[in-house]
């Protein structure tokens, strides 16, 4: 017969593997936090902080140059394409990092902490490509490809040596899109079918997911790639394609349903491509963020969020229509007037959200749960309460997450 003590033992024996186990099984399911000492992004206008701008000609500056643009935090236009801060700023502040500085058209920047490449109206196809499928436009050429070009041949001066280049790309946030909507975009406004951009997914995916590959060659340990947004919910195309069938329509959002599905299609091939290359590179870590999933809430209880119910869909800064959009008339010129209160709409000039909106999408997989796989954020070493260490020679800026939100605590004069 067994003895008490013997039992006692084979018992917490037992227990200890099961802890042990169980401890195994949810660390590999949310991925180990890593402190970031910097921020490299591309992508489009939802990350622009300035490049567009900075590529632009005197004579032809894009509407983010005018007000309002810039008009809620920064309290001038900085180039990006809302009233405030954009999900990249967010993160930039979440991690503790200054606001990315635009690579194109700085002088004397330092891209220490980070560097955005990010431009408005970029494509992840190069322009030739869509222009051999009739895709025509001549917003900028500056596409995924471009970045990523420029961005390997800068880093002798970003960082010096390959081996210094490799441990800086190796401690940062790489940061790939939101990218590949403009190369949608552009086929809707020309008249492109679903059937036909379809046949677009496969290629931009595969743009996305060869710089994805490059960047872990360059010894990139930690990619975030942002999933598209709903577009059946964006102003500029509701106004476009408004039609009386009331079942073209969500009942919940008001958003058209086909041009939803139409993204939902691209994000599922989107994550299967992730799994796939995640498979190929175990050391690394990529994760998805839910963009789409974490703006659609919105949409579907605008109040929850502190947004006006009546018209969620409506643009803040336009005119004219049941959106207060006019393709016509584009937000930043003078005969277009905004309204008192951004913080009340998700949406800004159309095409483009409000900082408010922003707030919540990167709370949404900055604090969960919109990001596969799950992520911890919160390592030791993240200020967290604490906004970014510097903005600018000539800018501080500090946020901290009070009343579930991300509230502004303080700005000096920029």
């Known amino acids: 017969m067994e003895s008490p003590y013997f039992y006692l033992l084979k018992k917490l024996t037992r227990t200890f593997f099961l802890i042990t186990l169980l401890t195994t099984v949810i660390s590999s399911q949310v991925q180990q936090c890593r402190k970031f000492k910097s921020i490299i992004s591309f992508g489009d206008s939802i990350t622009d902080t300035g490049n567009l701008l900075g590529l632009s000609d005197a004579d032809n500056l894009p509407h983010s140059a005018f007000p309002p643009y810039g008009e809620t935090f920064f309290h001038f236009p900085t180039g990006r394409f809302s009233n405030g801060r954009l999900i990249i700023d967010f993160i930039a502040e979440f991690l503790g990092l200054p606001y990315l500085p635009p690579f194109y058209g700085s002088q004397n920047a330092s891209f220490e902490k980070g560097v955005n490449f990010a431009v408005a109206g970029a494509t992840a196809l190069d322009q030739t490509v869509l222009e051999s499928r009739g895709i025509y436009y001549d917003y900028t050429n500056v596409s995924l490809g471009v970045q990523f070009k420029n961005f390997k041949e800068s880093l002798p001066n970003i960082c010096g040596s390959p081996a ?87 009942p919940l959002t008001g958003c058209l349903k086909w041009l939803n599905e139409f993204i939902e299609y691209h994000n599922k091939e989107l994550q299967e491509e992730l799994n796939r290359v995640q498979k190929i590179y175990p050391h690394v870590t990529i994760i998805y963020a839910d963009y789409y999933n974490a703006l659609l809430r919105i949409f579907q209880e605008p109040a929850k969020f502190g947004f006006t119910s009546g018209r969620p869909l409506s643009a803040f800064c336009g005119t004219g229509g049941p959106y207060n959009f006019n393709s016509m008339s584009w937000c930043g010129t003078k005969k277009v007037d905004s309204c008192s209160d951004p913080s009340k709409y998700v949406h800004w000039d159309g095409f483009h959200l409000t900082e408010s909106a922003y707030r919540w999408i990167a709370m949404g997989f900055l604090k969960g749960p919109y990001t596969i796989p799950a992520y911890d954020w919160s390592c030791p070493g993240f200020e967290i309460n604490n906004g970014p260490a510097a903005v600018s020679t000539t800018t501080t800026m500090t946020s901290s997450f009070n009343n579930g939100g991300l509230q502004q605590s303080s700005v000096s004069t920029l």
């Open 164 to 250: 210094d280049c490799r441990e800086m790309i190796g401690t940062a946030l790489l940061i790939v899109g939101e990218i590949g909507g403009n190369d949608y975009n552009y086929g809707f406004l020309v008249g492109k079918t679903v059937e036909e951009l379809k046949e677009l997914v496969p290629l931009v995916i595969s743009s996305i997911s060869f710089m994805i590959t490059e960047l872990v060659k360059m010894g990139g340990k930690t990619i975030m790639v942002p999933a598209d947004f709903p577009i059946g919910c964006w102003t500029a195309f509701l106004t476009e394609y408004r039609i009386s069938n009331n079942e073209e329509y969500d």
